[in-house]
């Protein structure tokens, strides 16, 4: 049950305490993750944000200003087809695609953001629910946006299923997540801001990222390598 998500390894050492959680490191391919890993109710918890102000979200015109930059490099990945982001919260990047000309619709599992999202942004369809749920569905997809929220989730194989579960075949995804081998990581790890149980949960490196991938039907098509941020940034095919 404590097996590696990335490699099914069972052999960890210590990595790292923070907060009165442990982080454990795969001898094996390296991945970096927490153990025990808190049940998926339990981490759900964390975003349950209900009472969240639906008529304001923290710094939305910067938010759009990003997701716009954002969503013009990916132009060509979901101009008139159909577009999901996943772990959309305020559905900035969500509505920056359908203004682009995409099909688009939004999830997430926060109350309060799919609430704003809904109000501000009403030509997206918002879900508001589990990964789980929306999988079974059966939508399917032409691209897929999901950032930074792998590192939030407790079961990466579920994860990975569900996007294998909505991406057409030849589909893209393209996924950020932060990089924990990158040399702007403080060599006291336990300083860097990302380290942060029980929000992340699971941190990767792009070999970890890529192996991940690959055992889920897609390849890695292209990488964004950020020099000043510990961001790994990838765009996967799935397999036809
Ligand atoms: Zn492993």
């Known amino acids: 049950m404590d097996a590696c998500p990335i490699c099914d390894g069972v052999q960890t050492a210590f990595y790292a305490r923070q907060d009165d959680y442990n982080f454990v490191v795969c001898r094996n391919c390296g991945f970096v993750f927490l153990l025990p890993m808190p049940s998926a109710a339990a981490l759900a918890a964390v975003y349950d944000d209900a009472a969240f102000d639906v008529a304001r979200y923290p710094k939305a015109r910067s938010r759009m200003r990003r997701a716009m930059f954002r969503a013009l490099g990916l132009w060509p990945h979901f101009f008139r ?44 369809r918002f879900f508001e629910e589990s990964f789980e749920t929306f999988l079974a569905r059966g939508e399917t997809f032409d691209f897929i ?11 990466v194989k579920s994860y990975m299923a569900f996007l294998a579960g909505i991406a057409r075949p030849g589909a893209r995804v393209f996924l950020t997540t932060p990089d924990i081998a990158h040399p702007t990581v403080p060599e006291d790890v336990t300083k860097w801001d990302m380290l942060s149980p029980p929000r992340h949960v699971q941190l990767f490196t792009e070999a970890t990222l890529t192996r991940l991938f690959e055992a889920h039907g897609f390849d890695i098509v292209k990488r964004y390598y950020k020099k000043n941020a510990p961001t790994l940034q990838v765009l996967a095919r799935k397999r036809v």
């Open 81 to 124: 087809k159909d577009a999901i982001d996943v772990g959309c919260g305020g559905g900035f990047v969500a509505e920056s695609m359908r203004r682009l000309g995409a099909r688009v619709a939004g999830l997430d599992i926060s109350p309060g953001s799919i609430a704003y999202a809904k109000d501000a942004f009403p030509g997206v």
């Open 145 to 155: 946006h999901s950032s930074e929220v792998i590192e939030h989730i407790g079961d």
